[in-house]
T-cell receptor, first 114, second 114 residues
């Protein structure tokens, strides 16, 4: 069974630009979560989508947005990039089983903002 | 609000020695607890999870963790370290009521000395 895939794996952008990252969940998984990982702040939750609806949202500015498609694939977008947005962005998918959701992570997209 | 504290940002052990990575959590409701491992330039891989079924949880690669409610701890152990165990380890907590994001600790980098 294929795991969570994320594209692209590496990305370099300049301040002020926008970027879109993509995540394909494990087949059959309907929930997709996004996390930002930085050396200073560690792993922080961005948002979660389930059945094309945002179900949870972390404490990030509105420049960070996401969406989920009918096939459960998800994208996140960051507009007006800042240097501090440089991070590893991780996507995780899960197959809701009541309260016992286990999240499976992709390899991440490493974003560098210059 | 839930939180996780991992004691020791860096732990160094000799090959063949006991591995002990500490994790304490704070949660107002019965938690679900997880340990993930991250190898360089990779995403997070689930080692094990506690979902209230048994307090001693066995995971992959010879790791296990014990849930101690009285100490609010979920320490990760492995009897004998192997060079391939060198990685970053993250403890995470989620709300057992479900549909909530993972809250991660800051991580512990494990070095294994030959």
């Amino acid at each position: 069974k294929a795991g969570v895939t994320q594209t692209p794996r590496y990305l370099i952008k300049t301040r002020g630009q926008q970027v879109t990252l993509s995540c394909s969940p494990i087949s059959g998984h309907r929930s997709v979560s996004w996390y930002q990982q930085t050396p200073g702040q560690g792993l922080q939750f961005l948002f979660e989508y389930f059945s094309e609806t945002q179900r949870n949202k972390g404490n990030f500015p509105g420049r960070f947005s996401g969406r989920q498609f009918s096939n459960s694939r998800s994208e996140m977008n960051v507009s007006t990039l800042e240097l501090g947005d440089s991070a590893l962005y991780l996507c995780a998918s899960s197959k809701p089983q009541g309260a016992q959701e286990t999240q499976y992570f992709g390899p991440g997209t490493r974003l560098l903002v210059l | 609000a839930q939180s996780v504290t991992q004691l020791g940002s860096h732990v160094s052990v000799s090959e063949g020695a006991l591995v002990l990575l500490r994790c304490n959590y704070s949660s107002s409701v019965p938690p679900y607890l997880f340990w993930y491992v991250q190898y360089p330039n990779q995403g997070l891989q689930l080692l094990l999870k506690y979902t209230s079924a048994a307090t001693l949880v066995k995971g992959i690669n010879g790791f296990e963790a014990e849930f101690k409610k009285s100490e609010t701890s979920f320490h990760l152990t492995k009897p004998s370290a192997h060079m391939s165990d060198a990685a970053e380890y993250f403890c995470a907590v989620s709300d057992s009521r479900g549909n909530t994001p993972l809250v991660f600790g800051k991580g512990t980098r494990l070095s294994v000395i030959a």
